[in-house]
């Protein structure tokens, strides 16, 4: 099913007038330095982080449900443009979609929170496929290379085992073996 | 104080009282007023060779009562016009003048005492404000019993040059017809209005010239701008403080708030400043509708272009009609006040400016969205994957590479698909 392109058009609106800026007609947006926001996150506790990043995330997932309808009957590639796209506008970074095996990676470049905020990046994500599919994901850090990370889609189950091996020492690359390992060659044809 | 004296001060207070009750509704002081502008224009005729006349606003008897009671105080009417000398031979003539004189004398005396048998209740303070002696009472011989008329009759020498109707006429007279005189004759002897706004506009010019001969050809057009000069009911009234910042540059930043003054202040005048405003936007209007005969004249190719849209033709026709109307339609501002802001909506290059603010605006804002995003395709993922292979550990490596042989049958072709395989990992 063809999906229309992602139009960033009129999705930001400075209304100087008024001294407010709009996204996709909802007001009160506001332009914060990523510095000074990143350090006012790092201070709260982890559950008002969690909050901030689900008022960042659910709109998000609502405005790309609103565009591709049932994402989970949309193709990868419109998925990664209509997320993506969102993403950008929130300045939070340019998205890509990895596929090993049958795991689900996002891979973010640029964010603009750096390697501190990517449990914050990973939690907007979170909430954003959450609204917009009705599942349960959660997404985990799964590798921290200069500007790029990848954040494993997985459930809750499996995002404590992969988060146990990663603080163990292992690498992304035997965690997403682990994980195939344990639950079993299931897309064996 | 003899009879003779007695008399004339009586006679003289006699003469205030008739010309006030003549002049009513005016005060004493306006009429009095009156008479000193009258002896004044007198004195500056006689002296305008020796010295300047001062300029005096013709209104300041009406305008300025306090002024012109002050000067009524300084000066007496009587003192300036009356001037009669002694002279112990008298011709035939002047006697016969004398004798009219004094015929005018006692029936005035008879007129006073009737009025003042009428008006018993009056205040005659005034007759003790001047005690000095009047020239008339210097110049009159001592009261004897006239033999023809049997009564009391003062004879008045005159000099041999003196000219008798000359007294005649500057003797007192009733009140209302020398109010009458001196009224429309004042306005021109001031000569205030006129030469104060020429003056003041070619102020420059006037610096520049050194000799007094050309100074007395300025003196000439400002005497003759007097004569034509309006009456001073309308050149003195409020309207002159506008007129004198606009020869002033400094007060020119005071008229603003002179203006919101006056808005404040005079909201029940709003039809002179609606008039104003509208022959502003008339001008306006005319200057901006200059250019559309200029694009009628046009080469016929464009002429055509530009009636093909709606709105250059509506801007095309309404500056015709409204150059037509203009003059008609000054009764009624706001229709045309109306007319320009149709004639600015549909011009043509406020469209062309908004085709041109879209044009910019959306290929800067896609583009880039686009080419961020289409660097990502997923249907590269398995070569990524091989990549990255070939870059982990060893160790690592053959795992990695045998899950993934194990899988590589697995290839979802929708977003839900991929997503419920690795919720279930």
Redesign the interface.
């Known amino acids: 099913m063809p999906h229309p ?7 930001v609106t400075f209304d100087l007038a008024k001294g407010q800026v709009h996204l996709d007609g909802a007001p009160h947006r506001v332009l914060v330095p990523s510095e000074a926001l990143a350090k006012l996150v790092a201070s709260a506790s982890a559950e008002t982080r969690r909050e901030f990043a689900r008022a960042l995330g659910e709109p998000l997932g609502r405005r790309l449900a609103s565009r591709l309808g ?12 209509h997320l ?2 969102e993403l ?1 506008l929130l300045g939070l970074g ?11 990676v996002f ?1 973010v470049d640029g964010s603009p929170f750096g390697k501190e905020g990517d449990e914050l990046l990973a939690a907007t994500l979170e909430a954003a ?1 959450a609204e917009a ?1 009705g ?1 349960g ?1 959660r997404c985990v850090v799964l590798d921290r290379t200069e500007a790029r990370v990848r954040l ?4 809750e189950t ?1 995002a404590e085992k992969v988060r146990a091996w990663l603080e163990a020492g292992t ?1 992304f ?2 965690v ?2 682990r ?5 079993g ?5 | 104080m003899s009879a003779n004296q007695r008399k004339v001060a009586i006679l003289k207070t006699l003469l205030e009282r008739v010309q006030q009750r003549a002049a009513a509704p005016r005060t004493a002081a306006k009429v009095a007023a009156v008479a000193l502008a009258a002896s004044a224009t007198a004195e500056a005729a006689v002296h305008a060779d020796d010295e300047p006349t001062p300029l005096v606003p013709s209104s300041a008897l009406s305008s300025r009562p306090s002024d012109s009671l002050q000067l009524a105080e300084e000066l007496t009417p009587s003192e300036e016009i009356v001037v009669v000398e002694l002279s112990p031979t008298p011709s035939p003539v002047e006697v016969d003048e004398l004798e009219v004189v004094e015929d005018e004398l006692d029936s005035e005396a008879a007129r006073i005492e009737e009025a003042l048998s009428s008006d018993a209740d009056d205040d005659p303070s005034t007759s003790s404000e001047r005690p000095q002696v009047h020239p008339l009472e210097a110049a009159m011989a001592p009261m004897e019993l006239d033999a023809i008329s049997d009564r009391p009759t003062a004879r008045i020498t005159l000099p041999p040059e003196a000219d008798p109707a000359a007294v005649l006429d500057e003797l007192p007279k009733p009140a209302v017809p020398v109010i009458e005189e001196d009224v429309e004759p004042s306005v021109p002897q001031p000569s205030a209005p006129a030469p104060e706004i020429t003056i003041s506009s070619d102020a420059a010019e006037v610096a520049l010239i050194p000799d007094e001969d050309e100074l007395i050809e300025l003196d000439e057009p400002l005497d003759e701008e007097v004569e034509e000069a309006p009456p001073a009911s309308q050149v003195q009234p409020p309207t002159f403080p506008p007129v004198e910042p606009a020869s002033e540059p400094v007060a020119a930043p005071e008229l603003p708030r002179d203006l919101t003054t006056l808005q404040f202040d005079e909201p029940a005048e709003p039809v002179a400043e609606p008039a104003l405003e509208l022959e502003e936007v008339i001008e306006l209007e005319v200057e901006e509708s200059a250019p559309a005969p200029a694009v009628e004249e046009a080469p016929a190719p464009v002429a055509e272009a530009l009636r093909a849209e709606e709105p250059a033709e509506a801007a095309l026709a309404e500056p015709v009609a409204l150059e037509d109307e203009l003059e008609g339609l000054e009764d009624e501002p706001v229709a045309a006040q109306a007319a320009p802001v149709t004639t600015e909506e549909e011009r043509v290059p406020a469209q062309v400016e908004l085709v041109a603010i879209e044009a910019v605006q959306v290929p800067t804002l896609a583009e880039p969205v686009v080419a961020e995003e289409k660097p990502e395709p997923t249907p590269e993922e398995p070569r990524r994957l091989e990549a990255e292979l070939v870059q982990r550990p060893a160790a690592a490596e053959a795992e990695v590479a045998a899950v993934v042989g194990k899988v590589e049958s697995f290839a979802p072709t929708t977003f839900g698909e991929l997503l419920d395989a690795s919720l279930e990992l």
């Open positions: 392109p992602f139009d960033p058009s009129r999705a049932d994402p989970k009957t949309a193709t990868l590639q419109a998925v990664v443009e993506g796209g950008a340019a998205l890509s979609l990895e596929r090993w095996g049958r795991a689900l891979v496929l599919t599942r994901p494993l889609v997985v459930s499996s690498s690359g035997d997403l073996a994980l195939h390992e344990v639950n060659p299931r897309g064996e044809a």
